[in-house]
């Protein structure tokens, strides 16, 4: 059973930080690239970034290039996402997702920026 369990979520003042957690397992979590993604209330799903299967391949939506930091640790099946001088408009809730083709999903985490 595939498992991808988002964690690190919460309120953060504009300007703030929070650093994602994705506890994977139950498939080859080397093999497959992965994303993060996250979506509004009431608006689509907004892809933010991807990273290559060994790491070394990073890639950033233009908003939050040169804030956002994804990085993955093969050893320990985890992704995480560092988000830096956070605004109000990421205010989202964040899906770590598996592969290109987004083939599974986590339950989401929370982000609210806000003062």
């Known amino acids: 059973q595939v498992l991808l369990v988002e964690s690190g979520g919460g309120l953060v003042q504009p300007g703030g930080s929070l650093r994602l957690s994705c506890a994977a397992s139950g498939f080859s979590f080397s093999s497959y690239a992965m994303n993060w993604v996250r979506q509004v209330p009431g608006k689509g799903l907004e892809w933010i970034s991807d990273?290559?299967?060994?790491?070394?391949?990073?890639y950033y939506a233009d908003h939050v290039k040169g804030r956002f930091t994804i990085s993955r640790d093969n050893t320990k099946n985890t992704l995480s996402l560092q988000m830096d001088s956070l605004k109000p408009e990421d205010t989202a809730v964040y899906y770590c997702?598996?592969?290109?083709?987004?083939?599974?999903w986590g339950q989401g985490t929370q982000v609210t920026v806000s003062s």
């Open positions: 990273v290559g299967s060994d790491g070394e391949n990073t």
């Open positions: 997702v598996a592969g290109f083709e987004w083939d599974w």
